[in-house]
């Protein structure tokens, strides 16, 4: 992809320097400051992140902070640990967006395959009303979705979170899946039903491997969005049952908030995240735009 | 349109299969009668009901409630909900701070919506123009920004604009002249609703950039350079031959920025330490606060449900644009 843009960009200039204003080596030093600007603004605050989590606590409320590291502890991470429990949250929060991806990827696939293999009667109104629920905002929602989890009384309990998590995840899912599965070639399953397979058999042995790298990278990306939520962890679960999102509010209290170590708290929770995010970045990028413009 | 459609088939496949099996050349490809019409809704069954369940019960439920006089007693079961009518809606309506809010509300969504997509579409057209390893430097940062949770963002902007120790107080001083040391950002709600839409800002951009970079590489050079030669300047390529071409991708992103940036909450009630200021209500937090806090469920869910009305009209043009291109298939 990336060779592609420079196409655009000033390769194809040398060709008609004449009409260039400024000469092009010049140019582009300035678009690499530019370039090296939006980077530092951009980076800068992941780089405080870091820089805070590992400088001892008392240069952290320094007036006049160092912008470069000034020693590395370990100390700030041994208080994050320390200031409430961390894995006891982090369990949860795992077992939740583990639950949440395994149901959203079977049921969603399934669906993903009738809205993109079969025509059928309503498969417009289904894709219409699968896009529509994915815009109405989760905030919204949280009023009935609170009394109806009390109605069902699975307030406070990892199974009603579960569910309540499908109303974003599932929508995500399918309409993810549904990109992927219109980039394979219909040809490729009619292919192997001509030569004897049954249209299961043409699915998992033809369409499936094919779509493997998708539904991981589907399942990593949904898990990421059920991992940092926030709004329905906080609301819909006790101080006591908390996930990882909102141990991070341990921080503040009435005295204060302990910033170095919130920050280590913040790295311990985002490092992991970014990694997985870094993971399947590309392949959801495509797969999203690649949807978005094949329909 | 058209030259939207041109842009189509040359989008990069994430799973394109290496050549296509040959046998398939020689008969005619055969699907069986009896994959009779139930089989597409039985694929679906599961999808639909969870759906039905998590997202259309509590939908009616919104709406039934904010027609119904719903407190703590009803909470508890003391009391059944009884309907009022358009009651909870008039209350709304008539209450001067409602209306501040859904004016804030606009003015803050707008903001972030135009800054996202403008600074958007600069890094984008920057990335175009400068060398390979600055790319991948800014495309790092982005990717770091992009997958940082919101709450850890929230907490990390929190920090850098802290009155007393942030770091931004620290180096906004050293400028000559100026002095922000112990400056409080959220004294007041205009300056730390700023902060928070820079929080947003920074947190969005990302999407918008790789997703606009993505569209770019599909520009035609061709065109490009015809239009260059055609007298065009530099700004005149951008707005007659690219902003066409990238029209489907903007109205997508605009539409999609519009919708979850009048969606923010959790920012701003994070950096309020859970109690926002009236200063800093917007729609979200105003309709959370009448429910959790004033324990007017009934008073929330209309607010709520007003302010789903408010966002159709833009759901609208988002899935008008997802339809047409979808006729490509």
């Given at each position: 992809?990336?060779?592609?843009?420079?196409?655009?960009?000033?390769?194809?200039?040398?060709?008609?320097?004449?009409?260039?204003?400024?000469?092009?080596?010049?140019?582009?030093?300035?678009?690499?400051?530019?370039?090296?600007?939006?980077?530092?603004?951009?980076?800068?605050?992941?780089?405080?992140?870091?820089?805070?989590?590992?400088?001892?606590?008392?240069?952290?409320?320094?007036?006049?902070?160092?912008?470069?590291?000034?020693?590395?502890?370990?100390?700030?991470?041994?208080?994050?640990?320390?200031?409430?429990?961390?894995?006891?949250?982090?369990?949860?929060?795992?077992?939740?967006?583990?639950?949440?991806?395994?149901?959203?990827?079977?049921?969603?696939?399934?669906?993903?395959?009738?809205?993109?293999?079969?025509?059928?009667?309503?498969?417009?109104?289904?894709?219409?009303?699968?896009?529509?629920?994915?815009?109405?905002?989760?905030?919204?929602?949280?009023?009935?979705?609170?009394?109806?989890?009390?109605?069902?009384?699975?307030?406070?309990?990892?199974?009603?979170?579960?569910?309540?998590?499908?109303?974003?995840?599932?929508?995500?899912?399918?309409?993810?899946?549904?990109?992927?599965?219109?980039?394979?070639?219909?040809?490729?399953?009619?292919?192997?039903?001509?030569?004897?397979?049954?249209?299961?058999?043409?699915?998992?042995?033809?369409?499936?491997?094919?779509?493997?790298?998708?539904?991981?990278?589907?399942?990593?990306?949904?898990?990421?969005?059920?991992?940092?939520?926030?709004?329905?962890?906080?609301?819909?679960?006790?101080?006591?049952?908390?996930?990882?999102?909102?141990?991070?509010?341990?921080?503040?209290?009435?005295?204060?908030?302990?910033?170095?170590?919130?920050?280590?708290?913040?790295?311990?929770?985002?490092?992991?995240?970014?990694?997985?995010?870094?993971?399947?970045?590309?392949?959801?990028?495509?797969?999203?735009?690649?949807?978005?413009?094949?329909? | 349109?058209?030259?939207?459609?041109?842009?189509?088939?040359?989008?990069?496949?994430?799973?394109?299969?290496?050549?296509?099996?040959?046998?398939?050349?020689?008969?005619?490809?055969?699907?069986?009668?009896?994959?009779?019409?139930?089989?597409?809704?039985?694929?679906?069954?599961?999808?639909?009901?969870?759906?039905?369940?998590?997202?259309?019960?509590?939908?009616?439920?919104?709406?039934?409630?904010?027609?119904?006089?719903?407190?703590?007693?009803?909470?508890?079961?003391?009391?059944?909900?009884?309907?009022?009518?358009?009651?909870?809606?008039?209350?709304?309506?008539?209450?001067?701070?409602?209306?501040?809010?859904?004016?804030?509300?606009?003015?803050?969504?707008?903001?972030?919506?135009?800054?996202?997509?403008?600074?958007?579409?600069?890094?984008?057209?920057?990335?175009?123009?400068?060398?390979?390893?600055?790319?991948?430097?800014?495309?790092?940062?982005?990717?770091?920004?992009?997958?940082?949770?919101?709450?850890?963002?929230?907490?990390?902007?929190?920090?850098?604009?802290?009155?007393?120790?942030?770091?931004?107080?620290?180096?906004?001083?050293?400028?000559?002249?100026?002095?922000?040391?112990?400056?409080?950002?959220?004294?007041?709600?205009?300056?730390?609703?700023?902060?928070?839409?820079?929080?947003?800002?920074?947190?969005?951009?990302?999407?918008?950039?790789i997703t606009l970079s993505a569209g770019l590489?599909?520009?035609?050079?061709?065109?490009?350079?015809?239009?260059?030669?055609?007298?065009?300047?530099?700004?005149?390529?951008?707005?007659?031959?690219?902003?066409?071409?990238?029209?489907?991708?903007?109205?997508?992103?605009?539409?999609?920025?519009?919708i979850w940036d009048m969606g923010v909450f959790?920012?701003?009630?994070?950096?309020?330490?859970?109690?926002?200021?009236?200063?800093?209500?917007?729609?979200?937090?105003?309709?959370?606060?009448?429910?959790?806090?004033?324990?007017?469920?009934?008073?929330?869910?209309?607010?709520?449900?007003?302010?789903?009305?408010?966002?159709?009209?833009?759901?609208?043009?988002?899935?008008?644009?997802?339809?047409?291109?979808?006729?490509?298939?």
């Amino acid at each position: 992809m990336s060779s592609v843009s420079s196409t655009s960009g000033t390769t194809d200039m040398k060709g008609m320097s004449a009409l260039a204003s400024a000469p092009p080596r010049k140019r582009k030093l300035g678009w690499n400051l530019l370039g090296l600007l939006v980077f530092v603004t951009v980076g800068f605050p992941v780089y405080w992140m870091l820089n805070t989590a590992v400088k001892p606590a008392k240069d952290a409320i320094d007036p006049d902070p160092s912008l470069l590291p000034t020693g590395v502890t370990l100390a700030n991470f041994r208080r994050a640990l320390a200031i409430a429990d961390f894995w006891g949250p982090v369990g949860r929060s795992l077992i939740v967006s583990l639950a949440v991806v395994a149901i959203g990827i079977v049921v969603g696939m399934l669906a993903a395959l009738a809205i993109s293999r079969f025509a059928f009667r309503g498969r417009k109104i289904v894709i219409v009303g699968i896009l529509a629920v994915q815009m109405v905002p989760l905030v919204a929602m949280i009023i009935p979705v609170f009394l109806l989890l009390n109605d069902l009384e699975q307030y406070d309990k990892l199974t009603g979170l579960i569910i309540t998590y499908l109303t974003f995840i599932l929508p995500f899912t399918v309409w993810t899946l549904r990109g992927f599965i219109v980039n394979i070639p219909k040809e490729l399953e009619e292919a192997a039903m001509v030569d004897g397979c049954s249209r299961t058999a043409a699915f998992v042995r033809v369409v499936f491997p094919l779509l493997a790298p998708g539904m991981v990278a589907t399942s990593v990306y949904g898990f990421i969005q059920a991992w940092n939520e926030y709004l329905y962890a906080l609301m819909l679960l006790s101080q006591k049952h908390q996930t990882a999102t909102v141990w991070l509010g341990n921080f503040t209290t009435k005295h204060g908030t302990e910033y170095a170590p919130m920050m280590a708290g913040s790295t311990m929770m985002a490092v992991p995240i970014v990694v997985l995010f870094l993971l399947v970045q590309r392949k959801m990028a495509a797969g999203l735009t690649a949807g978005a413009v094949k329909g | 349109m058209s030259a939207a459609d041109t842009t189509t088939p040359a989008k990069v496949p994430p799973t394109r299969p290496s050549p296509p099996p040959p046998t398939a050349v020689t008969k005619p490809p055969g699907r069986p009668k009896s994959a009779a019409v139930a089989t597409p809704w039985l694929l679906l069954a599961p999808c639909l009901l969870i759906l039905a369940l998590v997202m259309g019960y509590p939908l009616v439920r919104l709406v039934t409630l904010s027609f119904q006089k719903f407190g703590q007693s009803q909470l508890w079961g003391f009391q059944p909900a009884e309907s009022v009518g358009f009651a909870n809606f008039s209350n709304v309506l008539d209450d001067g701070e409602f209306w501040q809010v859904v004016v804030r509300t606009i003015v803050f969504a707008a903001g972030c919506v135009i800054f996202t997509m403008v600074a958007g579409m600069l890094i984008a057209l920057l990335l175009q123009r400068v060398s390979g390893w600055v790319k991948t430097l800014v495309n790092i940062a982005l990717v770091a920004s992009w997958g940082m949770p919101i709450i850890v963002a929230t907490t990390v902007f929190k920090w850098l604009f802290d009155a007393d120790y942030g770091i931004l107080n620290a180096l906004l001083s050293k400028l000559p002249g100026v002095d922000f040391v112990g400056h409080n950002w959220f004294a007041s709600g205009p300056q730390g609703l700023a902060v928070i839409m820079l929080l947003v800002v920074w947190g969005a951009v990302p999407f918008v950039v790789i997703t606009l970079s993505a569209g770019l590489t599909q520009v035609p050079a061709e065109l490009e350079e015809a239009a260059r030669l055609d007298g065009a300047g530099p700004w005149g390529v951008f707005r007659y031959v690219t902003l066409p071409i990238l029209k489907p991708i903007i109205v997508m992103l605009t539409t999609l920025s519009v919708i979850w940036d009048m969606g923010v909450f959790p920012q701003v009630f994070v950096m309020r330490n859970g109690h926002p200021e009236a200063e800093f209500q917007l729609l979200t937090t105003y309709s959370y606060d009448r429910a959790f806090v004033v324990n007017d469920y009934a008073q929330g869910s209309a607010i709520a449900l007003i302010t789903v009305v408010l966002l159709l009209g833009v759901v609208a043009v988002y899935m008008r644009q997802m339809l047409k291109i979808g006729e490509v298939e």
